[in-house]
């Protein structure tokens, strides 16, 4: 049995917690240890398969880990994509046998991809994965579903199947016309205009409308403008089934990063004002924002690096999720209750999960820079480097067994 001394509880007592694991160990907490449900992530892109030199899951998992956070939601643009049951099998293969070979039993779920050979799979699959997934811009991975009559039908099908539809939201007409205009641009700026407010704001509306049609669970993954969030907010008072998701990077970046983090700045969808950002904080505060994501989506750094036009988009983050959020609590921009619901309670309402007795404990007072050297990701870096966060996890507790952060 797993013993847990003297830690600190969301309330502010101190107790002790027993965990069944067949072993004898125990750990002192001091008073000083704070307990937290396990994160889950609900928004992670491994690269398994096919770009397994970016990230793969013995890497993944011992920076999810070092995160505090125990489950994890994996999306399909891989290659191949995960779009048929076939696809789906193996790419589950592959993920035991490396989670196996790291022994570090990570949860996960993984989203099924559409496209207009896959949809009528998605009622031989709904029982395998967590939901279905419809990238409505283009973005890594070659998925894209823009046509009209193709995402009335993947709505359709996902409402009767009672499957969640969790969106990239961008509208490709809008970017296309953008990309003309000035694709070449070589300020990695002008990622945030060519990918502007208005396709996410444009593809946010036709979504909610699908949604509204055919009775459909609906997920607006990383949300980013305010407008969006008054579109989300609205819908929700409308009755229909509309979940939002932010990502950490448009919590804590914003377009003037891009002075200083160019090329790794970029992200799709993009980096917003600050008034987005401050618009995503009230809609935490609020309510309609339903969970953070990371969108942990790791490329190399030599990639990452090469001009605007040639670098792909896409940060790592599951490892920075929770020292942000701790150091936002400092910063009183959100109470440690808020990031437990946002980073478990909601989760595990909204997808139907079981509770776990996955832990993590974590040193409130701990202040720590986010240093590269340390990291776990296979991509060895970080948009957040160089920053000094407080509140960091010291313990993560996953199915009964010990690591430390």
Known sequence: MLKIRNVKNLDGTISDLNIENGE????????????LPGLIDPHVHVRTPGSEYKEDWKTFSQAAIRGGVTRVFDMPNN???????????LKKEIIDAQLSEVGIPLRYDLYFGANSDSLEDIGKVKDEVIGLKIYMGSSTGGLVMDADEALNRAFQLAGQENILVAVHAEDESILQANMKKY??????SVHSIIRSREAAISATKQAIALAEKYGTRLLICHTTTKEEIEIIKKAKKNGVLVYCEVSTHHLFLNIDDYEHLKTLALVNPPLRDKSDC????KGI????VDFIGTDHAPHTLEEKM??????????PGVETLLPLLLNAYHENKITLEKIVNLTRINIEQIFGLQR?????????????????????TKCGWS?????????????????????RC
């Open 24 to 35: 004898a160990q125990t750990i002192d907490a001091e008073g000083r240890l704070m307990r």
């Open 79 to 89: 290659n191949p994509p995960c779009v048929n049951l076939k696809n789906l099998k």
């Open 183 to 188: 694709g070449n641009t070589t300020d990695p």
């Open 278 to 281: 401050e618009a995503l904080w």
């Open 285 to 288: 505060e609020s309510g309609v």
């Open 306 to 315: 090469r001009p605007y036009g040639k670098a792909p988009s896409g940060m």
């Open 356 to 376: 776990t007795q996955d832990y993590v404990l974590v040193d409130l007072e701990m202040s720590k820079e986010v240093q590269i050297s340390e990291l776990k």
């Open 383 to 403: 948009p957040f480097s160089g920053r000094v966060l407080k509140g960091w996890p010291v313990y993560t507790i996953l199915q009964g067994k010990v690591y």
